[in-house]
Structures are given as C-alpha cells and as structure tokens.
C-alpha cells in the first residue's frame, strides 16, 4: 500500500519561490520507486513537470528547466520540488507521483501553488 501527503504549496508573487514536499507510506523500499511531480491548471490535463530515477537522474519539462528542481531523500521517503522565478503560468495544482517496478502508480491528493500579485 502506498500513500503520498504532499505539502508546501500557498500563493506567491511572481518571481518567488516556494518548496513543495512528498512523504510517502510505502511497504517496501522507496527507492525502487521512480517519482514524478504534475501539475493540473483549471480546464487542462495533468502533465508531468519533472521526474526523477531510481537512479537520481532528473528531467524537466522545458518550461520549468534551470527554475525547478526535483530531489529525493531514500532514507526519509520523501520528494521535493524546489521552485524558483515562479510565474503566473505555474499557478495550478501539483501532484506526486511515485511509480513502482511493475508499473504501477500512485497519487497523492495534490497541493495548489497560485501565483500572483
């Protein structure tokens, strides 16, 4: 059984920053789980921001890269989402995301980041 609390979301100006987290409850090693963060603005789909390995390697969408950054902390079971220069176009709901072996995956409730002056 998995389970994903995220936290840190709230309302920012732009160009500030804000740092979201995931804990997650899991049963087995969470670091055989690959983790992702995604993000749902009002009347779009879910799409994936970034993600990150088993292995540590990150990716990002273009429209985030060199402002966000993805991190993982096995030994606690958590995933941050470090989030810089935030822009009005970054207000949506932010999901984690963790997926095991054989492919399943899970979802947490989800965080809202507004950003606006």
């Known amino acids: 059984q998995v389970e994903l609390v995220e936290s840190g979301g709230g309302l920012v100006q732009p160009g500030g920053s804000l740092r979201l987290s995931c804990q997650a409850s899991i049963s087995s090693s969470f670091r055989w789980y690959a983790v992702a963060w995604y993000r749902q603005a009002p009347g779009q789909e879910r799409d994936v921001v970034a993600s990150?390995?088993?292995?540590?390697?990150?990716e990002y969408i273009d429209s985030v890269k060199d402002r966000f950054t993805i991190s993982r902390d096995n030994a606690k079971n958590m995933v941050h989402l470090e989030m810089t220069s935030l822009k009005p176009e970054d207000t949506a709901v932010y999901y984690c995301?963790?997926?095991?072996?054989?492919?399943?995956?899970?979802w947490g409730q989800g965080t809202q980041v507004t950003v606006s002056s």
């Open positions: 995301n963790v997926r095991n072996l054989a492919g399943n995956m899970y």
């Open positions: 990150i390995s088993r292995g540590g390697d990150a």
